[in-house]
């Protein structure tokens, strides 16, 4: 999916403390964060970093809380100054930037979603929205305009001269998600944005982004902790833990294949026949087999809803399509293993710690 | 002779000590003789008892300069702060009459303006002045009618005179003390080093900071009440600018700078806006305080409401003390409601978000 490359994160650490110099040197040499925090008073954020971010897609990074995620995300924009690295946005690096050219990037490039909103209380919602237009200096006249088209695509429409306190949470996040969208900028960078959120809302806020995203195909760096989100919106799915990317790649391939047991945890609570899809589990290009087909499916389709469709039999075999053309056959019983949690995840890191 | 003698004995220092005769030559007197009066002090016992423990002097300066007059004593001290004080005070006159002659003439143009004009324009605008503030127009009747009272009793010049000078100052430490709040807030360190003098600031007795000023200033000038009432009521404008700026929430603060604000639009767009009510708050206490110094001025020559409690006090003229004191706490009332009504109306305004 992902065509060229447009955020790549190189080699990146970062050390919250008094010398993160001296910090760096140890973790280099294999002090890890629970010893350089005991014995050397330094927090390791994060810690070799090395995350390519393809240009139109929607890279999720998650993990546990504390595992890094902000502090990654703040980089990008350099919220945060690492303490060694490279941040490479469309191929240059965002470190050598001065202060003068680090904010026009961050004026006309990059855009974000907080997890608390963080809309100013002293302005109405439309001039929430139309913020990054106005820091630019760009004529009221001209931004409310833009204010309000965005408003109305998440579905404020109207409600621009309330303030944010006369808004449910929801709504909030809505007014933080059209003042990224309003800024215009090809890159998005939404740290869990959608936490905050009941999970129906939640549901709803995710359906909107991917929605927009099929028309704007902007860069999207969006924050998780939840897995289904993770699955749902994922084009490269980042898993962090303890400031380092355990695994990374195609979220269904994760998911069939974590390569730790930190992953095989995580995953195990996961209701997989809604997030894996078709072509994860098909035998790409097979012939029809002899008994025939019970039906056609799209390679897209949840095996939620191939279960649904063959009523709980598990004999029948289905042709796959994408795009009007044949892919494959999917077999109703390898879909029925394909559910079952990876072996590991009975023996794994949760029977260790309970 | 001298309780303390042994000391200079044993350690070898009476001859630095010259041997005076009994310690009371020459320069001014000690402590104790200077609150008996001048009177001599009593010459010390020979014998040794066990009165004598019991009544053992501290070793203070005085107790050992009787014993050994090389050792200065406590007048002798206090007189080189004032000298030393004198000696700078020539050159601190230079520096300082001029920066501060404005302050001079503010305060005079300031009364002039109050009492030139007549009552009835200026009460009309004060109740406007009140309106726009606080929109209430029940404030309004009291505040006008407050106005009337004190009018009614020709006590309306003397708070006239009062207001002017609450008005100045007030004004300047909004003027001076936010930067220096904002300033604060910016720097740890500026923060360390600007708390101890708050605290020294505010808890200075009052008449402590008329002291100084009297020396450098002559009476006769605005500007000496008016230094006594800005550095006393300018510290809570600045130790709340300095709080509300620092509680503004650092989501906001980050997202100001993700969309790319310079520090100047942060500033003004989101900083002080969102540290307003703090702000607010600390402009009240302010004002509040002024009133309480401008009545402890008019021992000074600042003109008002103080006057005529001054009078009553070294008058005795118990009922112009007491008339004046219910005028004092009217315009107490008064400047106390405006500036609640208009935080309240601030806060309304930018109630914070509801998560
Ligand atoms: N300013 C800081 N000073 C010291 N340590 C910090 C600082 N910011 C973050 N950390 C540490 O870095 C680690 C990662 O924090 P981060 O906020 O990135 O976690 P997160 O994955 O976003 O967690 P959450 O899901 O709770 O938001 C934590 O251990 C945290 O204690
Ligand atoms: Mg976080």
Known sequence: MSKTTRISIRNLYKIFGADPERALG??????????????????????????????????????????????????????????????????????????????????????????????????????????????RGIDRKDYERDAEKWLDRVGLGGQGHQYPHQLSGGMQQRVGIARALTSNSPIMLMDEAFSALDPLIRTDMQDLLLELQGELHKTIVFISHDLDEAMKLADHLVILKDGAVVQQGEPQEILLHPNDPYIVDFISDINRARVLRVRSVMEPGAPDPEEGVAGEVDADDTLESVIARSGGDTSHSFRVMQGGRRVGVLNMQKLVRALVPTRAAEGGMRKRAT | MATYDFIFDSLGLRGWCGDADDGTAGGPMTMEQLLAGGAKAQPA???????????????????????????????????????????????????????????????????????????????????????????????????????????????????????????????????????????????????????????????????????????????????????????????????????????????????ADAFGMTDRQKLYGVEIPLALPNIMAGVNQTIMMSLAMVVIASLVSAPGLGVLVLRGIRNLELGVGLVAGLGIVLLAVILDRVTKAALARVNAASSLPRH
């Open chain 2, 45 to 255: 016992e020979e014998t040794f008892g066990l009165s004598d423990v019991w009544n053992l002097p501290f070793p203070s300066l005085d107790a050992l300069n009787a014993a050994c007059p090389s050792v200065a004593r406590t007048r002798d001290m206090t007189r080189g702060v004032e000298q030393s004080f004198l000696a700078v005070k020539d050159g601190l006159k230079v520096v300082l009459d001029p920066l501060t002659q404005p302050l001079s003439w503010l305060l005079e143009g300031a009364l002039y303006l109050f009492q030139w004009t007549p009552w009835w324009l200026m009460i009309p605008i004060l109740a406007l002045v009140v309106f726009y503030a606080s929109k209430s127009a029940r404030l309004v009747g009291f505040v006008v009618g407050a106005l009337c009272f004190l009018a009614f009793i020709d006590h309306y010049s003397f708070a006239m005179q009062t207001l002017s000078i609450i008005f100045v100052c007030a004004c300047l430490c909004v003027l001076i003390g936010v930067p220096i709040g904002i300033a604060m807030s910016r720097s740890d360190g500026l923060q360390r080093a600007m708390i101890p003098v708050l605290d020294m600031l505010q808890t200075l007795p009052t008449f402590v900071y008329l002291i100084p000023l009297i020396f450098l200033f002559s009476v006769t000038e605005p500007k000496l009440y008016g230094i006594a009432i800005i550095l006393y009521a300018i510290v809570p404008v600045i130790r709340l600018t300095d709080l509300g700026i620092r509680l503004v929430d650092k989501e906001v603060i980050e997202a």
């Open chain 1, 26 to 135: 140890l973790v280099r040499n294999g002090v890890g964060k629970a010893d350089l925090l005991k014995k050397h008073g330094h927090v390791l954020g994060l810690k070799d970093i090395n995350v390519d971010m393809g240009s139109g897609d929607i890279t999720v990074i998650m993990g546990l809380s504390g595992s890094g995620k902000s502090t990654l995300i703040r980089h990008v924009n350099r919220l945060i100054e690492p303490t060694a690295g490279e941040i490479v946005v469309d191929g240059e690096d965002v470190l050598r930037y001065d202060a003068e050219r680090l904010r026009d990037m961050r004026r006309k490039q990059m855009s974000m979603v907080f997890q608390h909103f963080a809309l100013l209380p002293h302005r109405t919602v439309r001039d929430n929205a139309g913020m990054a237009q106005a820091v």
